[in-house]
């Protein structure tokens, strides 16, 4: 067996520097991998970064979206109660008008009356 080992030593001998190379390429590799890595974890970290600032952003949008729909609410309830006012008013109004052609009415008459009773009182009057 040592026989056979010593006949492969020169061929051992003769592999080594491509071993040699092997293992420097292997752990240049795993430099670079590192390396690699070591980019893509400060890529990652701007990307959590960005995420971060996005989701604050997102969340004072969402924040201000609640406060316009709650502002949008309260519009909303006071314009149907200026509505209702309103219509309440023009009911008012048309009463009002109402009453008040009613008070002309009455007040052409009642000066048709009286115009008309100066009138027979004054020809009355006039003839005796």
Do not use: C
Request: aromatic letters at 6%; zero cysteines; hydrophobic letters at 45%.
């Amino acid at each position: 067996m040592w026989k056979q080992f010593l006949e492969l030593i020169p061929h051992l001998t003769q592999l080594l520097p491509h071993v040699e190379r092997f293992i420097q390429q292997r752990n240049a590799g795993d430099d670079v991998q590192k390396q690699t890595l070591d980019q893509f974890a400060l890529i990652t970290e701007g990307l959590r970064a960005d995420l971060a600032k996005a989701s604050a952003s997102q969340a004072s949008l969402y924040r201000q979206l609640n406060e316009q729909g709650e502002k949008m609410s309260t519009l909303a309830a006071d314009l149907h109660e200026s509505r209702a006012a309103l219509q309440s008013a023009e009911a008012r109004i048309a009463n009002l008008e109402g009453s008040l052609n009613r008070i002309t009415l009455l007040i052409a008459a009642t000066l048709s009356v009286t115009v008309l009773t100066f009138a027979v009182v004054l020809f009355f009057h006039l003839h005796r």
